[in-house]
């Protein structure tokens, strides 16, 4: 198991407020023994206790993993060598559990070609050429994804801009009179739109007409930048690497389009070949929900799919391929739990379980070191418990520095003091339902 690699789970506000220090003196050493107790306390439980990020990697030839840090709050992506490279699996919903099935997977179509040497995560990204474009089909008529109406949805990808000399599409769906739009404009910055019959109900531009966006973008470009346009309600939020730039309240419904046309990505609903995108796409999603409602920290990790994804393209395949798939309800090549924190290969389908193997199914492919998991794991909401013991154990690290002028510690002159679990029973007590036991 990997070591704690410590993020302090309390803040100094809250230690004052415990010990009742209404002065700054002694900021800089409760700063320092905050860092000091949570490494303590986090050495004998054996985990770090506050929600991160972690890779771990497993060898192959078991039907199981087990992740360290718990609890296991989100699986970000599994990659599994299969003798040639490392393969990213599908996942299951962002709770662990399968996906339903309200929606079928759209078939798309692609003249852009995957490339494997840029891409944002995964195996591959697909490369727009000014000329191509991706299509993306409604399959049901009687229940359509992109009729959204006055509904809430979430239209966001990864996209990496090779030429901003004039208006590029990034997505459209439509025609020349009635369509929404998702685009950058010379002037506008990133915008998004609704036209109907004709008439435009909807303009929630980066900038007005009036304002440079030349510096921005043009710094930005050649880089993988999130893009995300979410309607909550009456507010439409426009949001570029979780930055929150523009919010326009709106009650305007969008315009019904017909279930048999598709949503198009790096190309114009406008009939003709003008304003394609030129540059790379990269895990493209859209949901029937609003996924931000403020500004966030952009995707780090793959899109996971849930019961509202709609669509999700990890533009994932090998490089040259126009092959690209909806992944949003792909049956799932594992499947995780919160508690235990195991990961084992989902077999109750066929999807990306070779037909013919002398490896069986039920298992990661057998290579040493060959899984490896990327995940969210601790805890999201720090028990009660734990940070009362913490501030408990801070206040006695605090006594025992206004007794023992010789207890330093890293940083601070004197004998360092030695990490110790000589905790008193009572904190001990708590610190053992956490303990992880090897």
Request: aromatic share 10%; glycine share 8%; net charge negative.
């Amino acid at each position: 198991m990997a070591q704690p690699v410590t993020v302090p789970y309390v803040q100094l506000g809250e230690v004052k407020e415990y010990l009742q220090i209404n002065s700054t003196t002694y900021d800089n050493r409760l700063s320092n023994l905050i860092s000091y107790a949570c490494s303590v306390v986090e050495s004998y439980v054996g985990r770090e206790i506050k929600s991160n990020v972690y890779s771990e990697v497993f060898d192959g030839g078991t039907s199981q993993v087990f992740v360290s840090r718990l609890p296991l709050n989100g699986v970000k992506s599994i990659t599994e060598f299969d003798g040639e490279s490392h393969k990213t699996l599908i996942g299951p919903s962002s709770d662990g559990s399968l996906v339903g099935d309200d929606f079928q997977k759209s078939s798309v179509s692609s003249s852009a070609a995957l490339r494997t040497r840029r891409k944002k995560f995964g195996e591959s990204s697909a490369f727009f050429n000014g000329a191509s474009s991706v299509s993306i089909s409604d399959p049901e008529s009687d229940n359509p994804k992109f009729d959204f109406q006055t509904d809430d949805f979430t239209i966001e990808g990864f996209f990496r801009f090779e030429d901003l000399s004039n208006t590029k599409t990034m997505v459209s769906r439509g025609d020349a009179d009635t369509k929404i739009e998702l685009a950058y404009d010379p002037y506008l910055g990133v915008n998004f739109r609704a036209l109907n019959s004709g008439t435009e109900t909807v303009n929630v531009s980066h900038f007005t007409s009036t304002s440079s966006t030349s510096s921005f973008y043009t710094a930005n470009a050649n880089n993988f930048q999130h893009y995300a346009i979410a309607r909550q309600d009456n507010s439409l939020r426009l949001f570029i690497d979780g930055s929150l730039v523009k919010t326009q309240t709106n009650s305007n419904t969008l315009p019904t389009i017909a279930s048999n046309v598709n949503m198009l990505i790096g190309q114009s609903a406008t009939s003709g070949s003008e304003n394609y995108f030129k540059g790379y796409v990269d895990e493209f999603r859209v949901t029937i929900d609003a996924k931000y409602t403020a500004s966030f920290t952009a995707p780090t990790t793959e899109h996971a799919t849930d019961d509202n994804t709609v669509v999700l393209l990890h533009m994932n395949g090998k490089n040259g391929s126009t092959g690209v798939k909806d992944d949003c309800r792909t049956l799932p090549e594992f499947v995780w739990n919160s508690e235990t924190g195991g990961i084992k290969r989902y077999t109750s389908g066929v999807e990306g379980v070779a037909s013919i193997s002398v490896i069986p199914e039920t298992i990661f492919r057998n290579f040493p070191r060959g899984v490896k998991v990327t995940y969210d794991g601790g805890f999201s909401n720090i028990p009660r418990d734990i940070k009362v013991a913490t501030l408990d154990y801070i206040k006695i690290l605090h006594k025992q520095t206004q007794e023992n002028a010789g207890f330093s510690l890293s940083g601070e002159s004197g004998k360092p003091h030695a990490l110790s679990a000589n905790f008193p029973p009572h904190i001990r007590r708590v610190l053992e339902m956490y303990r992880v036991v090897l």
